[in-house]
T-cell receptor, first 112, second 112 residues
Framework: QKEVEQDPGPLSVPEGAIVSLNCTYS??????FMWYRQYSRKGPELLMY????GNKEDGRFTAQVDKSSKYISLFIRDSQPSDSATYLC????????????FGSGTQLTVLP | DAEITQSPRHKITETGRQVTLACHQT?????MFWYRQDLGHGLRLIHY???????NKGEVSDGYSVSRSNTEDLPLTLESAASSQTSVYFC???????????FGPGTRLTVL
């Protein structure tokens, strides 16, 4: 069993839809949780960063962490075609970006 | 602007040949990483370095080596390329107090 599980999709939604992307993990020691966005043929870039349980909002994006269930989510409101990308969750034991464990990524397409 | 670059961007080689992929960052980051990305596996860590002359094996290090002679560069060498090493390779770096890793644009390697 992988330490971090992520539904690979692909996921297609119409423009304006609310998108929910999820990851589950098995190591309860993970404290820091990230979402990276990766456009086709590009490197991943950090989208959201959260510590421990709770919600964090940034514009149309909300990251949610439920440590009791070992479950994290990324919500995208009013999705746009420019949101079409692969979204990877990542987690670490410490705050420094030295050791990250990545999910396999979910491919999202937002249709105009 | 500071950046992280990889070269070449595309490489085709033959089984058994030695191949070196270059990674160069201008952030003066101590931490550097090499990942491979394959469908269904997400990003898997090959090798990493926390400073000059420091190197460590990651999850999938067999058949790969790295050396760190300065802060800016972490070249990845495939000693004897195998078809199973056909993949997209990403280099990343992070600072001592950074909460994220910054990724390069990737190198697409095909081993025939």
């Amino acid at each position: 069993q992988k330490e971090v599980e992520q539904d690979p999709g692909p996921l297609s939604v119409p423009e304006g839809a609310i998108v929910s992307l999820n990851c589950t993990y098995s190591n309860s020691a993970f404290q820091y949780f990230m979402w990276y966005r990766q456009y086709s043929r590009k490197g991943p870039e950090l989208l959201m960063y959260t510590y421990s349980s709770g919600n964090k909002e940034d514009g149309r994006f909300t990251a949610q962490v439920d440590k009791s269930s070992k479950y994290i989510s990324l919500f995208i409101r009013d999705s746009q075609p420019s949101d079409s990308a692969t979204y990877l969750c990542a987690m670490s034991l410490s705050g420094s970006a030295r050791q990250l464990t990545f999910g396999s990524g979910t491919q999202l397409t937002v249709l105009p | 602007d500071a950046e992280i670059t990889q070269s070449p961007r595309h490489k085709i080689t033959e089984t058994g040949r030695q191949v070196t992929l270059a990674c160069h960052q201008t952030w003066n980051h101590n931490n550097m990483f090499w990942y491979r990305q394959d469908l269904g596996h997400g990003l898997r860590l090959i090798h990493y370095s926390y400073g000059v002359h420091d190197t460590n094996k990651g999850e999938v290090s067999d058949g790969y080596s790295v050396s760190r002679s300065n802060t800016e560069d972490l070249p990845l060498t495939l000693e004897s390329a195998a078809s199973s090493q056909t993949s997209v390779y990403f280099c990343a770096s992070s600072g001592q107090s950074s909460d994220t890793q910054y990724f390069g644009p990737g190198t697409r390697l095909t081993v025939l």
